[in-house]
């Protein structure tokens, strides 16, 4: 977990989904919407092919947040900064 955090995330939910999924890892995402504030051109080339006029993006963000099984943490070698 990102050292900056304050979350009401539920560990004993996370856990056990990693847990009961068992991929060795898991994290938590969040959807993020992102206003432009400018309208946005689509080109092709030189040609302008579109226009939006201040979209708002969405991406999935990570929280900072993850899971890992013993054995992914064992293969970080020791007293190597990651």
């Given at each position: 977990m990102n050292g900056d955090l304050l979350t009401?995330?539920?560990f004993e939910?996370?856990?056990g989904r990693a847990r009961r999924e068992r991929r060795g890892r898991n994290g938590r995402i969040h959807r993020?919407?992102?206003p432009?504030?400018?309208g946005c051109r689509e080109l092709d080339g030189d040609a302008i092919v579109g226009f939006e006029e201040?979209?708002?993006l969405?991406?999935?963000v990570?929280?900072?947040?993850?899971v890992f099984e013993r054995e992914a943490v064992e293969l970080?070698?020791?007293?190597t900064p990651i």
């Amino acid at each position: 977990m990102n050292g900056d955090l304050l979350t009401t995330l539920d560990f004993e939910e996370l856990i056990g989904r990693a847990r009961r999924e068992r991929r060795g890892r898991n994290g938590r995402i969040h959807r993020r919407q992102v206003p432009i504030d400018f309208g946005c051109r689509e080109l092709d080339g030189d040609a302008i092919v579109g226009f939006e006029e201040k979209p708002t993006l969405s991406y999935d963000v990570s929280m900072g947040v993850y899971v890992f099984e013993r054995e992914a943490v064992e293969l970080v070698p020791r007293r190597t900064p990651i």
